[in-house]
């Protein structure tokens, strides 16, 4: 058996949209409040970078441009901060907690928190 690894070659971010760090939390925790309760979600860290990706959905010419090698990200939200384990977001008058898990494994997210931290809206 042959195996291959055959990393993407290409990123394609179609939407950047940086937030200061209450507002970055604030959102992501509200996306966690149902009726059932909260669960704790976690975003990614990587070198002062808190982020979250939003992939396309898998039509057929996405899925055809990830088979040579092109990804396409539809949105990507970051605040700049420090890591620490979990952060604390308000919500009303409540607290609801977010933790930073570190990404550095993922060459992709890598290249992507470079680019992140010289963008400028234009």
């Known amino acids: 058996m042959k195996i291959r690894y055959v990393p993407f070659e290409e990123l ?3 939407e950047v949209l940086e937030q200061d760090n209450a507002t970055f939390f604030e959102d992501f925790a509200r996306q966690n409040i149902t ?3 909260y669960k704790i979600p976690s975003v990614n860290w990587i070198d002062g970078v ?6 396309m959905p898998p039509t057929e010419d996405i899925v055809k441009e990830q088979l040579v090698g092109r990804v396409h990200y539809s949105t990507v939200i970051f605040t700049r901060m420090q890591f620490q ?3 604390n977001a ?3 008058k409540e607290l609801y907690p977010v933790r930073l898990r570190k990404a550095a494994n993922n060459p992709t997210f890598v290249e992507l928190v470079k680019f992140l931290k010289e963008f400028k809206p234009s």
């Not at 808190?50 to 992939?55: N, P, S």
């Open 12 to 14: 394609d971010v179609h």
């Open 35 to 37: 009726p059932q309760g």
């Open 50 to 55: 808190a982020f979250v990706v939003l992939v």
């Open 85 to 87: 384990p979990e952060v």
């Open 90 to 92: 308000q919500v009303g």
